[in-house]
């Protein structure tokens, strides 16, 4: 699996609960369109998405993962262990979780064991080198910068994270994933420069409604 995805680009393909394109079936498309074309990979947010998305690729390594917002916690990818069996159920072949180091409703061991015994891999979404650290040693079969700049520690940082990446790459023995703020060609080539295994671009390639707030913000300027 991860040497299907190595050196190759990973499409998130996700929209807002309050977009047209968040129908399965859209999801689904978006998907398909990415592979069509040549993406390695995709990933995938809600079990409902991810379902429709192997529907229509049997075949293609699939990253899935479920947004939860929880009362007491502040983590939010995949948190607890019926989130990441209902993610699995769906057909995920990797369960991207929260690994970073703020509280959460179950031990990140726990959670990778449960995940591990139904024989799938674990992406660990991190937001620190220390975090890496700490998802390779709970089990983690792979990290990615995803939670660079949107966690608390991280706030004043702006991904991608270059520095981040090169410091996993020199320090810790892991398959990494450059996620978060990936907008060009050439930063692709720059993630894999600065040691990053495979890469993962959203909002760039599928993101229709923010980008198209985005454009509408700069003609307001």
Not at 88 to 99: N, P, S
Not at 109 to 118: F, G, P, W
Request: with cysteine; charged share 20%.
């Amino acid at each position: 699996m991860l040497s299907a995805l190595r050196h190759q680009l990973i499409v998130s393909c996700q929209a807002p609960a309050d977009s047209p394109l968040y129908q399965p079936e859209m999801i689904a498309a978006i998907a398909t369109a990415t592979v069509n074309q040549g993406a390695a990979g995709v990933r995938i947010d809600t079990p409902a998405h991810i379902r429709a998305v192997r529907r229509c690729l049997p075949q293609i390594p699939m990253i899935g993962l479920w947004k939860q917002v929880l009362p007491d916690y502040p983590v939010y990818i995949t948190p607890r262990i019926e989130d990441a069996i209902a993610v699995i159920e769906a057909g995920a072949d990797i369960v991207a979780i929260d690994a970073t180091e703020r509280d959460r409703p179950v031990g990140l061991e726990a959670l990778i064991r449960v995940i591990h015994d139904r024989g799938k891999l674990v992406m660990a979404d991190i937001d620190s080198l220390s975090s890496a650290r700490g998802a390779i040693a709970a089990g983690a079969d792979l990290v990615g910068t995803t939670l660079y700049g949107y966690t608390e520690l991280t706030q004043n940082q702006a991904p991608p994270a270059w520095e981040l990446l090169a410091e996993i790459a020199a320090q810790l023995e892991t398959f990494t994933i450059c996620e978060g703020g990936v907008a060009t060609p050439e930063m692709v080539c720059r993630a894999l420069a600065s040691g990053a295994d495979a890469v993962v671009v959203g909002t760039a390639i599928t993101g229709i409604d923010l980008r198209t707030q985005a454009f509408l913000a700069g003609l307001q300027r």
